[in-house]
């Protein structure tokens, strides 16, 4: 228990820390802005239409590279929680108390009934003994078409050498 309150802790603080780095880069951000904003247009419409491209341009790039950056955020943050070991033991409890009885009770029910018509499992026998004999026969029968082959073409060689 101790175990699951120190890990929620510490997620607890890795979501702060988070919090606060986002707010640091969205300092970043609004200051690079007002920077931009700032700086005088000196020069002809061109050139402004030039800084205006510019920096659409990298806004653009930093979306992509903010998203790109996210998606590995949350991918690694679903393999951890996916990986962890409160997980898997909330899985393992899970499967303990679902499928366990689940598949207990199937089986139960499997047996019975072919306890009752034991019909049923006697046909599913006999077709797997019929279906390995079939193919038990089917390796032998080309196995011995090969060998066949074989030994035609030996019977050839020597025939017309002889000849």
């Known amino acids: 228990m101790n175990f699951i309150l120190v890990q929620g802790a510490r997620m607890r ?7 606060y780095q986002a707010e640091d880069a969205a300092e970043l951000v609004v200051a690079g802005v007002r920077f931009s904003v700032t700086r005088p247009f000196a020069g002809t419409a061109t050139s402004v239409q030039r800084r205006l491209d510019e920096m659409a341009g990298r806004g653009a790039a930093e979306r992509e590279r903010a998203q790109r950056r996210a998606a590995a955020a949350l991918d690694a943050a679903m393999t951890a929680v996916a990986t962890s070991a409160v997980v898997n033991r909330l899985v393992d ?6 499928l366990r009885p ?3 009770d199937i089986l139960d029910d499997v047996l019975a009934l072919l306890e009752k018509e034991p019909d049923r499992i006697q046909s599913l026998v006999r077709g797997q003994r019929d279906t390995m004999v079939d193919e038990l026969v089917g390796r032998i029968r080309s196995g011995a078409a090969a060998g066949d082959d074989a ?13």
């Open 13 to 19: 603080d890795v979501l702060v820390g988070a919090a």
């Open 93 to 98: 409890a899970q499967v303990e108390r679902i």
């Open 102 to 104: 689940l598949v207990r």
């Open 151 to 163: 030994v035609d073409r030996i019977t050839t060689r020597v025939l017309r050498r002889d000849a």
